[in-house]
């Protein structure tokens, strides 16, 4: 399939996932991106996972011109009154509209959890078929079965009540995905 | 506790639950959405194929699993957690409330585990002087209530908002309105701070890969990421079906799982747990400690029975419930035990006590129905049937059933019998003739029923009239007619008879024909059914025929399945019973393959039909087809489909006597259907399914008439 093709696959499923989907064509686009996102969100706290590729979209720059917090700390505390957390995601999965987010790293792990929003920048090129594909490439990638692996559909959800849907139970009210063009 | 009391106590949990609209509601509103959803959601997906891997990979886990254990623990000890093996159910609580004291833990968040409920641990750890908070909305719920889980998947669909915010409101001290959004905020806050303090997280695990040694959780709150994630111990309690071998065969059940149980595309998340990972305590990061119990508790035992080894292949995603017309109507908790459902029926079996599952099996319906759609491809009814058997073989089946079967293997006896009753009811029944189930006529089982009209003729008089003008040089057809048109429902038995001839057949009524043995078999009386069925195949090899014809599903498929399976350790019956079987088509099929045409250009039979699939007829003969082109080609009728043609009309052998005030309502909702389509007539293929709608139109008095193909067929060729 080509990656346009599943970009369009990918898209339509995370619409039905209820997932945010974005695509811009650079890192420092994706920063831009990241800093409106919070502004219309008028949070005042962000929470970073810094890895290399997070600052390729030199978002600490663009989100400190909004004059939000941000900070690096692995305190559940903090991050439990966070508004939005901020990570890079190495994979998506077109077949579910999931991105794929092997992660052993506790504040890695956190920021995708405790906050009401989560925003994950996904490389364009990283758009694979299924969730058999993810499976297999991770392992090809890292080397071995890194030790926390998530499939993130959408935001979280519930329907335990009288069976009606309602969003954001214990994880993220919203998703947002950010796709970059730009090769890693 | 008595057997009377026994059976009180059962009435009256389903009476109870037959009363309780919420869930009456909540469970309806699902099974209306759910068949759509879950389509929608398998769209582009190749269900059959799916369905074909994730069955023959789990079977061939459970011939392997102690070496996928080994290889299980040997790649999830490598990566750092601990693995116990716990045989029992006392096991698994030991080792948990024993790790909880040893590692100081004070609080624990549970996210959402069966085998937790199966073993009442909970309970166990609240004895060893733990705080235990469940954290998945609805098992909160439910443990807020001081309730049992009713669904696998959905454990408080049978609550309504206002149960819940009562429930809220005490455990919450404050007012909480019943409003849905606003109570998963407050769960949401309440529960977040028991996941920050916990010591400890309890989860279960969908699936666990044997070569990875990984554990995976399938959810949608993000309770399950939060409480394997934030605690510094996380203990994942896994039942040992939950082994499978590989990345691959775990995709498959990603790909099903969520699909079939919600009719959701994917869960919120599918988190996968390898080994030993970091978490942050007190502002430090250090190694959480994982310890994975492996729970035996009967599973083992189900594996090595030769029947029940296919439940192995459950991957616990309740579809089965979700489409059952027996949970439908009556939810989860009157399953009694934890699993709720027919599938739920086998696994107490097991994994309880079987005397728990006795009073349980019997309301299912065997329509099969869940075998459609279970991913595992578990004949859920058989193996129903297969454990009322075993009950039977050791508990007896009682005189009275013992006595019907010596008269139902007399035909004669039978006649007078049931002649000598109709008259004799007739003051019963204001002048009407009426008699009591068919054949369950002389159990004590029909109490509380009525009543299919006996014919003044039966059928057998009929066919001896008929069979004058045979000449023995065209095609034979050996008519066996079963004892609902033999006695009840003759001018079925004629319609055939006039198809068949149309189709240059000549057909013939082998007078020692006796009852197909069904009935015996759903009691589990094998006894009985092996003598009615030696008859059968001895009566059918009269004249050595072309064909064998039955217009009733459930005799054919007790003359072409049922007879060579009781046999078969009866080498010579079980050679004579292959023939005879060989031979043994549906009505409906005959037809077709003898070609039956429409008699002229202009169509014979005008207006609109619909069509009702009878159970054995649509999932034993795979059938449904043909009817319905038959009437519309042949007999040249408009089918206007009804909603949820395939679901049970309620009849199924003898659950009308024995469960009528679940057989009444289920019934019911086949009548609305029916309503719904505006057509004048409904069609089906099994005299049961005959006397159940028509029973039930009568006594709406509803102006809509019930045909047996045959006799639309018949009317179309007469006409034609
Ligand atoms: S056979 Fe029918 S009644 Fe029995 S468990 Fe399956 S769906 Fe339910
Ligand atoms: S029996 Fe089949 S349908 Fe029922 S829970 Fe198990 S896998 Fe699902």
């Given at each position: 399939m080509s990656s346009e093709k599943l970009f369009s696959v990918f898209k339509e499923k995370a619409g039905v996932m209820s997932a945010q989907v974005h695509r811009v064509g650079t890192w420092a686009q994706a920063g831009e991106l990241i800093a409106e996102q919070v502004k219309e969100l008028k949070a005042q706290r962000v929470h970073l996972f810094p890895t290399p590729q997070l600052e390729k979209t030199n978002c600490r720059a663009t989100l400190a011109k909004t004059g939000v917090t941000i900070s690096e700390k692995l305190d559940r505390h903090e991050l439990d009154v966070t508004d939005v957390g901020i990570t890079f995601v190495p994979y998506a999965v077109a077949e579910t509209g999931s991105i794929f987010h092997p992660e052993t790293d506790p504040l890695g792990r956190v920021v995708t959890m405790l906050p009401p929003t989560h925003i994950a920048v996904v490389p364009f090129n990283k758009i694979l078929p299924t969730v058999a594909d993810a499976l297999e490439t991770v392992v090809k990638d890292f080397g071995a079965v890194p030790g926390y692996m998530s499939f993130i559909s959408g935001p979280s959800r519930t329907?335990?009540?009288?069976r009606v849907l309602t969003i954001g139970?214990?994880?993220?009210s919203k998703l947002i995905v950010i796709l970059v063009d730009e090769g890693v | 506790m008595s057997n009377e009391q026994h059976n009180q106590d059962f009435k009256a949990s389903i009476q109870k639950a037959l009363n309780d609209q919420v869930m009456r509601g909540a469970l309806s509103r699902f099974a209306d959405a759910y068949p759509t959803a879950r389509k929608n959601a398998y769209q582009g997906v190749d269900i059959e194929a799916l369905r074909g891997e994730i069955a023959c990979a789990k079977a061939k886990n459970g011939e392997n699993l102690d070496q996928l254990i080994k290889l299980f623990t040997e790649n999830a000890t490598k990566r750092g957690a601990k693995v116990y093996y716990a045989k029992t159910a006392e096991d698994a609580n030991r080792y948990i409330a024993n790790l909880a004291i040893e590692k100081k833990v004070k609080k624990i968040v549970k996210s959402k585990s069966m085998a937790s409920e199966e073993i009442h641990l909970n309970d166990h750890l609240k004895k060893a002087g733990l705080i235990v908070n469940e954290t998945d909305l609805g098992e909160w719920i439910i443990q807020l209530a001081g309730q049992k889980p009713s669904h696998m998947v959905m454990p408080a669909i049978h609550l309504s908002k206002e149960q819940v915010a009562g429930y809220f409101s005490k455990e919450l001290k404050s007012d909480i309105p019943p409003d849905i959004p606003l109570m998963v905020q407050k769960a949401r806050v309440e529960l977040r701070t028991k996941f920050i303090e916990a010591d400890m997280g309890i989860s279960g695990a969908n699936f666990a890969v044997a070569e990875t040694g990984t554990i995976a959780t399938v959810t949608n709150e993000g309770n399950a990421r939060l409480t394997t994630t934030l605690p510094r111990v996380h203990v994942a309690l896994v039942g040992i079906e939950k082994v499978i071998k590989d990345f691959k065969e775990a995709a498959n059940i990603i790909k099903a799982l969520p699909k079939s149980a919600t009719g959701q595309l994917i869960t919120s998340y599918v988190t996968m747990v390898t080994g030993v990972t970091p978490t942050e305590v007190d502002g430090q990061v250090q190694d959480k400690e994982l310890h994975i119990v492996l729970m035996d508790n009967g599973r083992s035992d189900m594996l090595k029975d030769p029947k029940f080894?296919?439940?192995?292949?459950?991957?616990?995603?309740?579809s089965c419930l979700n489409v059952c017309p027996a949970y439908q109507m009556v939810g989860g908790h009157v399953y009694g035990h934890i699993y709720a459902g027919g599938i739920g029926a086998i696994l107490t079996f097991f994994f309880n006590d079987p005397t728990d599952a006795e009073k349980p099996q019997n309301l299912c319906l065997g329509c099969g129905r869940c075998t459609e759609v279970c991913p595992g491809k578990i004949p859920i009814p058989d193996l129903i049937l297969e454990m009322r058997r075993r009950m039977a073989d050791k508990k007896?089946?009682?005189?009275i059933p013992k006595a019907i079967f010596n008269v139902v293997a007399n035909r004669k006896l039978m006649h007078s019998l049931l002649r000598v009753a109709s008259v004799g009811q007739f003051p019963l029944t204001g002048g009407k003739p009426f008699i009591r189930h068919l054949p369950f006529f002389f159990s004590e089982l029909t109490k509380e029923r009525s009543l299919p009209a006996v014919a003044p003729k039966p059928f057998r008089d009929i066919a001896k009239e008929r069979e004058k003008k045979n000449t023995g040089k065209k095609k034979r057809v050996n008519f066996y007619a079963g004892c609902l048109i033999d006695f009840c429902y003759p001018h079925i038995g004629t319609a055939v008879y006039d198809v068949l001839e149309h189709a240059g057949c000549e057909v013939y009524f082998p007078w020692d024909q006796a009852c197909c043995g069904a009935p015996s078999k759903y009691m589990g009386d094998t006894e009985s059914q092996i003598r009615l069925v030696k008859q059968n195949v001895a009566a059918m090899?009269?004249?050595?025929?072309d064909y064998i014809v039955s217009a009733c599903p459930t005799c054919t498929v007790a003359m072409m399945e049922d007879i060579i399976e009781v046999l078969k350790d009866d080498p010579a019956w079980c050679e004579r019973a292959k023939k005879v079987a060989a031979k043994v088509r549906d009505f409906s099929a005959l037809a077709e393959e003898l070609g039956v045409k429409a008699p002229g250009k202009k169509k014979s039979l005008k207006g609109k039909f619909t069509y009702h699939d009878s159970c054995h007829y649509r999932r034993h003969l795979h059938l449904s087809d043909v009817p319905r082109k038959l009437l519309s080609e042949v007999a040249g009728m408009e089918l206007v489909e009804m909603k949820d043609?395939?679901?049970?009309?309620?009849?199924?052998?003898?659950y009308l006597v024995k469960f009528p005030e679940i057989s009444a309502p289920i019934l019911q909702k086949k009548l609305d259907n029916i309503a719904a389509t505006g057509s004048e007539l409904v069609c089906v293929d099994c005299p049961g399914c005959v006397m159940q709608i028509s029973g039930g139109l009568d006594k709406r008095r509803s102006s809509v008439k019930i045909r047996h193909t045959a006799e639309v067929l018949a009317e179309a060729l007469r006409k034609g």
């Amino acid at each position: 399939m080509s990656s346009e093709k599943l970009f369009s696959v990918f898209k339509e499923k995370a619409g039905v996932m209820s997932a945010q989907v974005h695509r811009v064509g650079t890192w420092a686009q994706a920063g831009e991106l990241i800093a409106e996102q919070v502004k219309e969100l008028k949070a005042q706290r962000v929470h970073l996972f810094p890895t290399p590729q997070l600052e390729k979209t030199n978002c600490r720059a663009t989100l400190a011109k909004t004059g939000v917090t941000i900070s690096e700390k692995l305190d559940r505390h903090e991050l439990d009154v966070t508004d939005v957390g901020i990570t890079f995601v190495p994979y998506a999965v077109a077949e579910t509209g999931s991105i794929f987010h092997p992660e052993t790293d506790p504040l890695g792990r956190v920021v995708t959890m405790l906050p009401p929003t989560h925003i994950a920048v996904v490389p364009f090129n990283k758009i694979l078929p299924t969730v058999a594909d993810a499976l297999e490439t991770v392992v090809k990638d890292f080397g071995a079965v890194p030790g926390y692996m998530s499939f993130i559909s959408g935001p979280s959800r519930t329907a335990d009540i009288e069976r009606v849907l309602t969003i954001g139970v214990h994880g993220p009210s919203k998703l947002i995905v950010i796709l970059v063009d730009e090769g890693v | 506790m008595s057997n009377e009391q026994h059976n009180q106590d059962f009435k009256a949990s389903i009476q109870k639950a037959l009363n309780d609209q919420v869930m009456r509601g909540a469970l309806s509103r699902f099974a209306d959405a759910y068949p759509t959803a879950r389509k929608n959601a398998y769209q582009g997906v190749d269900i059959e194929a799916l369905r074909g891997e994730i069955a023959c990979a789990k079977a061939k886990n459970g011939e392997n699993l102690d070496q996928l254990i080994k290889l299980f623990t040997e790649n999830a000890t490598k990566r750092g957690a601990k693995v116990y093996y716990a045989k029992t159910a006392e096991d698994a609580n030991r080792y948990i409330a024993n790790l909880a004291i040893e590692k100081k833990v004070k609080k624990i968040v549970k996210s959402k585990s069966m085998a937790s409920e199966e073993i009442h641990l909970n309970d166990h750890l609240k004895k060893a002087g733990l705080i235990v908070n469940e954290t998945d909305l609805g098992e909160w719920i439910i443990q807020l209530a001081g309730q049992k889980p009713s669904h696998m998947v959905m454990p408080a669909i049978h609550l309504s908002k206002e149960q819940v915010a009562g429930y809220f409101s005490k455990e919450l001290k404050s007012d909480i309105p019943p409003d849905i959004p606003l109570m998963v905020q407050k769960a949401r806050v309440e529960l977040r701070t028991k996941f920050i303090e916990a010591d400890m997280g309890i989860s279960g695990a969908n699936f666990a890969v044997a070569e990875t040694g990984t554990i995976a959780t399938v959810t949608n709150e993000g309770n399950a990421r939060l409480t394997t994630t934030l605690p510094r111990v996380h203990v994942a309690l896994v039942g040992i079906e939950k082994v499978i071998k590989d990345f691959k065969e775990a995709a498959n059940i990603i790909k099903a799982l969520p699909k079939s149980a919600t009719g959701q595309l994917i869960t919120s998340y599918v988190t996968m747990v390898t080994g030993v990972t970091p978490t942050e305590v007190d502002g430090q990061v250090q190694d959480k400690e994982l310890h994975i119990v492996l729970m035996d508790n009967g599973r083992s035992d189900m594996l090595k029975d030769p029947k029940f080894k296919q439940a192995w292949q459950c991957i616990r995603c309740a579809s089965c419930l979700n489409v059952c017309p027996a949970y439908q109507m009556v939810g989860g908790h009157v399953y009694g035990h934890i699993y709720a459902g027919g599938i739920g029926a086998i696994l107490t079996f097991f994994f309880n006590d079987p005397t728990d599952a006795e009073k349980p099996q019997n309301l299912c319906l065997g329509c099969g129905r869940c075998t459609e759609v279970c991913p595992g491809k578990i004949p859920i009814p058989d193996l129903i049937l297969e454990m009322r058997r075993r009950m039977a073989d050791k508990k007896g089946i009682g005189l009275i059933p013992k006595a019907i079967f010596n008269v139902v293997a007399n035909r004669k006896l039978m006649h007078s019998l049931l002649r000598v009753a109709s008259v004799g009811q007739f003051p019963l029944t204001g002048g009407k003739p009426f008699i009591r189930h068919l054949p369950f006529f002389f159990s004590e089982l029909t109490k509380e029923r009525s009543l299919p009209a006996v014919a003044p003729k039966p059928f057998r008089d009929i066919a001896k009239e008929r069979e004058k003008k045979n000449t023995g040089k065209k095609k034979r057809v050996n008519f066996y007619a079963g004892c609902l048109i033999d006695f009840c429902y003759p001018h079925i038995g004629t319609a055939v008879y006039d198809v068949l001839e149309h189709a240059g057949c000549e057909v013939y009524f082998p007078w020692d024909q006796a009852c197909c043995g069904a009935p015996s078999k759903y009691m589990g009386d094998t006894e009985s059914q092996i003598r009615l069925v030696k008859q059968n195949v001895a009566a059918m090899e009269e004249g050595n025929p072309d064909y064998i014809v039955s217009a009733c599903p459930t005799c054919t498929v007790a003359m072409m399945e049922d007879i060579i399976e009781v046999l078969k350790d009866d080498p010579a019956w079980c050679e004579r019973a292959k023939k005879v079987a060989a031979k043994v088509r549906d009505f409906s099929a005959l037809a077709e393959e003898l070609g039956v045409k429409a008699p002229g250009k202009k169509k014979s039979l005008k207006g609109k039909f619909t069509y009702h699939d009878s159970c054995h007829y649509r999932r034993h003969l795979h059938l449904s087809d043909v009817p319905r082109k038959l009437l519309s080609e042949v007999a040249g009728m408009e089918l206007v489909e009804m909603k949820d043609s395939d679901q049970c009309c309620g009849m199924a052998g003898s659950y009308l006597v024995k469960f009528p005030e679940i057989s009444a309502p289920i019934l019911q909702k086949k009548l609305d259907n029916i309503a719904a389509t505006g057509s004048e007539l409904v069609c089906v293929d099994c005299p049961g399914c005959v006397m159940q709608i028509s029973g039930g139109l009568d006594k709406r008095r509803s102006s809509v008439k019930i045909r047996h193909t045959a006799e639309v067929l018949a009317e179309a060729l007469r006409k034609g």
